[in-house]
């Protein structure tokens, strides 16, 4: 008896399961399309570009030829010691 109602319910599953996929399939495809997109003719603008300075090369920094900021090197800044809490 307990064969018979686990290859029953393994069928009930199954069958229940392809309805519903078909179902679901059958709703989506007869459900209202969205309508098309239509983009606006709106004449497009296109804004003045800013003029950008070059990027200077490698060997202008190393040349020295670019003003270069000002960068800390100062070895007055110390960072707290990495401690992991445990044990």
């Not at 709703?27 to 983009?39: D, N």
């Amino acid at each position: 008896m307990y064969k018979l109602t686990k290859t029953f319910l393994h069928l009930w599953l199954a069958l229940v399961s392809v309805v519903a996929f078909g179902f679901g399939w059958a709703f989506i495809a007869h459900a209202q399309k969205p309508a098309p997109l239509v983009e606006p003719q709106v004449q497009a603008v296109s804004p003045a570009q800013p003029v950008l300075e070059a990027v200077p090369s490698l060997d202008d920094y190393l040349n020295d030829e670019v003003l270069q900021s000002p960068m800390i090197q100062s070895s007055d800044i110390q960072l707290p010691r990495l401690r992991t809490g445990g044990s």
